[in-house]
């Protein structure tokens, strides 16, 4: 074989030519370096090839992240025309017509037959909801939700009260009277059909501060399936003319809407004392919710099953509306406990407690005579936190008779004590 030159060249890929006259001598050096040569291109094959599928992964995710970006412009850009739309005119439908038309009454005063939209149901229109109109046309576009009142939607207890009847003592008849006329309505209606007779649409508690009529509306909120609405009788009480009874219609609204529920108005006294002639605008104001609430109570729309719970310590204060039967069909006494019932409350708040085997519940129940069931929980505490105080691993009696000698002189001050605080005041 002839040769064209005598010393290796270098290629394009940096490796070294072999010298053509080697092949006839050493024909292994020959196939070593094909063997070498093949090694190197398929390693800068697959280099290739790795470079090749990371170009097509950024292509993937460029292409991806361009998607992503004109459908977050397509997204600004409606919500630029929709900021870019005149806004709507709020309207009160009056009566509806028989053409697909209705009588408005609008925000700015005066009333248009305006028509209604294809897209809004023949029900969803009725006399008093509220609709959206068109600025131009004043065409109905929209029916709009009844606004309701957040205060209102807070009054509703979600989270179930704790106490149950048996976390309250000496109230037994008083317990059996709520059941009565409160759960078994609800519970069990067919006994009242079965018999023909209307159940109880309301009770009101009363009895003196302390003596547990809140704490009888709590275990019933327990013990009942229905939706409890606990109201606190100043929050009817505001500030503008007509928004208290506007509360309560809204109240009784929530409550029917909630079927079967239980309103229960705390401190009763506050929206529901005795009427009087003269008075002050912000007593004026007072009666108008008092009304309202006796309209809601007993008026022409059924109340269904919402039954009505109230509580006061002023019952001589309530106005006389409020106290006849349909209304408040029982009224029912908590009285403050008595020998027996004093025993029962500080055995029922001192389960819990580790006490001495020498307390003598009939004697702690004896210097406690005039005592409410609030005074006694508050015996317990005090005698607990005297032993925590000293460090005990129990409740003694000495803890007791201070906790007695406190609470009892702390709550029903001496005569003299009263006197000199007028006096010197």
Do not use: C
Not at 109 to 116: I, T
Not at 348 to 374: E, N, P, R, V, Y
Not at 400 to 424: C, G, H, L, N, Q
């Amino acid at each position: 074989m002839g040769t064209t030159g005598a010393s290796p060249k270098t290629g394009k890929d940096g490796a070294d030519d072999l010298d053509l006259k080697k092949i006839d001598k050493d024909p292994d050096e020959f196939s070593q370096y094909l063997l070498d040569r093949m090694h190197q291109l398929e390693e800068h094959n697959i280099k290739l090839k790795e470079e090749t599928r990371k170009v097509e992964s950024e292509k993937k995710f460029a292409e991806s992240q361009k998607v992503k970006y004109e459908r977050e412009v397509r997204r600004l850009r409606s919500e630029i025309e929709r900021m870019k739309a005149p806004p709507l005119l709020v309207g009160t439908v009056i009566e509806t017509l028989d053409d697909d038309r209705v009588l408005i009454k609008s925000s700015a005063g005066p009333n248009f037959v305006v028509n209604v939209s294809t897209f809004i149901g023949e029900g969803e229109i009725y006399p008093g909801s509220q609709v959206a109109l068109n600025q131009q046309s004043l065409a109905v576009v929209k029916v709009l939700p009844s606004p309701k009142d957040p205060l209102v939607h807070g009054m509703e207890i979600i989270d179930t009260p704790t106490i149950s009847y048996e976390d309250i003592g000496g109230l037994e008849v008083q317990i059996e009277e709520l059941r009565e006329t409160v759960e078994l309505p609800l519970t069990d209606p067919e006994r009242f059909e079965r018999i023909g007779v209307e159940p109880p649409k309301g009770v009101l508690l009363i009895g003196p501060p302390g003596t547990g009529k809140t704490m009888l509306a709590k275990a019933v909120a327990k013990e009942t399936n229905a939706t409890f609405i606990r109201i606190v009788g100043s929050e009817l009480v505001q500030k503008y003319i007509g928004e208290g009874a506007r509360l309560v219609r809204e109240i009784f609204l929530l409550a029917k809407e909630k079927a079967p529920s239980i309103i229960f108005i705390d401190e009763l006294d506050a929206v529901g004392a005795r009427r009087i002639d003269t008075g002050t605008s912000g007593d004026r104001e007072v009666q108008r919710t008092l009304m309202q609430l006796l309209a809601e109570m007993d008026g022409f729309n059924p109340r269904g099953d919402v039954k009505l719970m109230a509580a006061t310590n002023r019952h001589d204060i309530l106005d006389p509306a409020l106290l006849r039967p349909g209304r408040f069909d029982r009224i029912v006494t908590v009285p403050l406990p008595t020998y027996e019932a004093r025993i029962e409350i500080l055995k029922i708040h001192s389960k819990k407690m580790k006490i001495a085997d020498d307390i003598s519940f009939d004697q702690l129940a004896a210097l406690t005579s005039d005592a409410t069931g609030a005074d006694l929980k508050a015996i317990v505490m005090e005698a607990g936190m005297f032993a925590v105080k000293n460090d005990r691993a129990m409740v003694e009696w000495s803890d007791f008779e201070r906790a007695v000698e406190k609470v009892m002189t702390s709550t029903k001050p001496s005569i003299e004590s009263e006197v000199s605080s007028v006096m010197f005041a």
